[in-house]
Each structure stands twice: as C-alpha cells, then as structure tokens.
C-alpha cells in the first residue's frame, strides 16, 4: 500500500490553499515537501484547477494589486516577487501590463511622499539622495526616479520663491 495518493495529494493542497491562496508551483514544491510523489500531486493540482480552486492568473492579479496597495513598488520588484511565487513569464507580464497600465509613477509618487514624510527632518541635500535609493529599491525605474526628483526640486524652488 502507497503512504499517499492522488487523494491524499489532493487534501492536502486543499489544506494549503485553505489557508491562502498559492500558485501551482509553490504547491507543487510544499507537496513534495511533504512527500508526496510529483504525478500524485500533478493529478491533485490538476483537478484543483479545473475546478477553480487553483488559478496562478487570480493569483498573481491579486498579489500584485494588494502588494502596490500595502507597498507601492515599481514593474521590476513586483516581477522579481511574482517569479520567485512561480507565476509563468507570460502572466507576469500580463499582469504588470494591467497594474501599471497608466505606468509606474502614481506607485512611485506613492512611495515617494510616504518616505518624505518620514525624512521631513533633514535637508532638502540629504531627503534627495535617500529617496532616489529607497525608490531604487522598491524596484522604479531610475528614468521615474529621476523624473519624480526634478519635479520635487522644481516644487521646491517655487516654495522658496513663492514664499
């Protein structure tokens, strides 16, 4: 007698998907943690999708908007994250193509005014390097970091001037 079946494949990433929703690769990868056999857990995540349970296109749709919702972040890192979860290449750029179909700098604006609130004490000099960085690492592109930088200076040479 086999320690596990497509059954038991299958209750178990019932199990998984129960507690969050998962792609078919991170399934995939906990099942044979657990064990069991790659044409078992096949079987089970095949039967899994046909019945809706198991969709890494909802998936990642929903990734990517929550994650730029909590942390907004530039096409780059949420692509980085969306591969490391194991969504396909065509997906991924099916999904960044929705997310930021008016572009990456609402999200950077975004990022860039909630880091400035926190850097309001230092010089204007300082505030400037640090965000450039802090976006950088959230994955922008330097062409809207630097596009982002010359408005904040442009809109701080008027406050000057202005008053």
């Not at 019932?14 to 044979?32: F, G, P």
């Not at 194991?86 to 997906?91: K, M």
């Not at 860039?112 to 802090?134: C, N």
């Amino acid at each position: 007698m086999r320690r596990h079946s497509p059954g038991a494949a299958y209750r178990a990433a019932a199990v998984l998907l129960a507690a969050r929703d998962r792609t078919r690769a991170e399934l995939s990868r906990l099942l044979a943690a657990k064990g069991i056999a790659q044409i078992d857990a096949k079987v089970a995540l095949d039967r899994l999708s046909e019945q809706g349970y198991l969709d890494d296109r909802r998936f990642a749709n929903t990734w990517a908007r929550s994650r730029l919702q909590k942390k907004p972040m530039g096409a780059h890192r949420l692509r980085q994250e969306l591969e490391a979860k194991g969504v396909e290449g065509h997906l991924v750029r099916e999904v960044l193509r929705d997310v930021y179909e008016e572009g990456e700098e609402a999200a950077a604006r975004r990022a860039m005014a909630g880091k400035l609130s926190r850097l309001g004490h230092l010089p204007t000099s300082s505030r400037k390097g640090r965000v450039a960085r802090f976006l950088q690492r959230r994955g922008f592109s330097t062409e809207v970091i630097w596009r982002l930088l010359r408005e904040g200076q442009r809109g701080q040479r008027s406050k000057e001037c202005g008053g």
